[in-house]
Structures are given as C-alpha cells and as structure tokens.
C-alpha cells in the first residue's frame, strides 16, 4: 500500500455495494469530498455519482468504486473509509491521520 493511498475497508465496500445494488444502478460510484464548514473547520461529504472526473482518484475494492476529487485529496492521503454500525447508529467513517482534532461525531475535523 502506497503510503499516501485512500484505502476502502472491506466493511464500507460492502456498504457501498448494497446501497448501489438497492438504487438498482451498477454505474453508480461514492464520492467523497472535503468541504468547507463544519464544527470543526472542514467536513467530510458522501455522495453518488454516475460520472468520474478526469482528475479524480479512484478507488475500487470488492467491485465498488470510490472516487476522491483532486482538492479533496491532499486532507485525505493516507485515511481510512470505513462503514461502522453501533448501538447508536451506523455511518461511514474517516480515519483521517491529518486530522488535528475532530467533533463530537466525527463528520467534521481540522488540520
């Protein structure tokens, strides 16, 4: 594994496919960005899409695919994506070595 590489968990591949198998669209792939805003400065954004950008880094495992656009890519090289179900709810997650800190429920950090 490449040191700076987005890697998808077995956990979030499997998510990923039974929702794309649920909307009834092989095309479709999940997109995640980095936005601005959050609690914490930035925020991490799911998204489905049909179509990749030429730039975007792509990431296929267990038949899935997971796109990461090239601004979103320099908070992102090195993280996990992973999908957890707890007793408090399920929800993918970043495991994000460049965040500084993070809120609460993890869907916002810093740098």
Same mark, same amino acid.
């Given at each position: 594994?490449?040191?700076?590489?987005?890697?998808?968990?077995? +956990?979030?591949?499997? *998510? /990923?496919?039974?929702?794309?198998?649920?909307?009834?669209?092989? #095309?479709?792939? =999940?997109?995640?960005?980095?936005?601005?805003?959050?609690?914490?400065?930035?925020?991490?954004?799911?998204?489905?899409?049909?179509?990749?950008? +030429?730039?975007?880094? *792509? /990431?296929?495992?267990?038949?899935?695919?997971?796109?990461?656009? #090239?601004?979103? =890519?320099?908070?992102?090289?090195?993280?996990?994506?992973?999908?957890?179900?707890?007793?408090?709810?399920?929800?993918?997650?970043?495991?994000?070595?460049?965040?500084?800190?993070?809120?609460?429920?993890?869907?916002?950090?810093?740098?």
């Amino acid at each position: 594994m490449e040191k700076n590489a987005v890697i998808v968990s077995a +956990a979030a591949a499997k *998510k /990923i496919g039974a929702i794309v198998a649920e909307k009834g669209n092989p #095309s479709l792939m =999940l997109r995640l960005s980095v936005l601005g805003g959050g609690c914490s400065g930035f925020q991490y954004d799911f998204s489905l899409t049909r179509e990749a950008k +030429a730039d975007d880094l *792509k /990431i296929s495992r267990d038949g899935v695919t997971v796109l990461v656009d #090239s601004v979103s =890519l320099p908070f992102l090289e090195g993280s996990e994506i992973d999908y957890v179900e707890e007793l408090i709810g399920a929800s993918f997650q970043v495991r994000n070595p460049k965040a500084a800190s993070s809120c609460g429920c993890g869907a916002s950090f810093s740098v």
